[in-house]
Structures are given as structure tokens and as C-alpha cells.
């Protein structure tokens, strides 16, 4: 399978673009639907494998996106109905129940920066498996929406946690200065 270089800064830009231009439940969607295809193809990537292995699905993938989401929401210490809003449209869309606002801050802290890097790295180690590379790049383009459902701002947690998900065939700034400096 192949990859298609991604470019952070543009990501980021276009994300803005469409916060500002979008109502919040237009966006919210728009969150949802840029994350839904990479969750579909890596999910069949999981149920395969666990098939192949005689193991049942546990609904891995689903978990590995909530710790990821939870995790964005929760790293800057201020829980926005905008981004739980976000997070409940996609857990309807993958027909989960979505946690409580009394639950995510528990799970949160009970989710460790290892767990997290873990998760991204199934999905990044996986990344050239997808059967389209626009997928893992739509599914990052969601990520970087997300950051921006709540507040109109990207944080410093919230930049560390998305450049996990690029790798040096990509474009990510090397710091949060220079984040900063080219968004």
C-alpha cells in the first residue's frame, strides 16, 4: 500500500477556515465525517486480524479513537461543550454510548501519555495498510477539527498529541514556537 505526505500546517489552516465558516453542528459533522472512513477501514483491518487470530473483536478501534478524543479534550484542563458535543457526534456515528461529562474526566485520568502514544501509533504504524492514503490524512485533518470544536485555538498539548501522528515523510513544525510562528 502507499502514503501520501500531509502537511500540518495545512491541515490546521483549513481546519480554521471551517470553524470560522461552519455552524458548530455543521463542523461537528464535518469532524465526524473526516474521521469515519480511516475508523471504518482500520476497524475491518482489526476484525480481519482478530478472525485470523481465533480472538473476538473487542471494538479496539472504537476505544483507541475515544482515548485519542478524550484525550484532546481533557489535555488543556478546561472541558468545552463544544468539543464533548463533537466527541458524542462521532460516538453516534460509530454507535457507541457516548461517556457521560461526569466519566470523561475520570477516564482521562485513569489513560496514561503512554496509553496514548500507543493508540496513535497503531494508527500510524497501520497507516500504510489503509486501502486509500486519503483516509489516514482525513482522519488527521479530523483530529486537527477537533482541537478546534471547543475554542477557536489550538494549545500546546494539543499540537504535541496531533504531531504523533506524522512521521518524517510528512511536514509537522519541529516545535510549538514554530508552530506558532507558521499557523
Known sequence: MSKKSINMIDLC?????????????????K??????????????M???FCRNKGQAYEDQVFYIFQH????????????LQGEYD???TFCEYANFEPLTVDSVRPLYNRLTVDDLSKDIS???????????PDNYEAMVQGF???CLSGDKAMDENEYY???CFFESSDYCPDTWEQFKREW
Open 144 to 146: 486537527c477539527y477537533f
Open 86 to 88: 463533537c466527541y458524542k
Open 13 to 29: 489552516n483549513l481546519a480554521w477556515d471551517r470553524r470560522t465558516k461552519l455552524a458548530p453542528s455543521e463542523y461537528y459533522t
Open 68 to 79: 485519542i478524543l478524550v484525550f484532546l479534550m481533557m489535555c488543556d484542563d478546561d472541558f
Open 46 to 48: 482489526f476484525v480481519d
Open 31 to 44: 469532524t465526524k465525517n473526516l474521521l469515519s472512513h480511516a475508523y471504518v477501514e482500520y476497524k475491518n
Open 122 to 132: 497503531i494508527l500510524r504504524d497501520l497507516r500504510g495498510y489503509l486501502n486509500d
Open 161 to 163: 498529541i496531533l504531531r
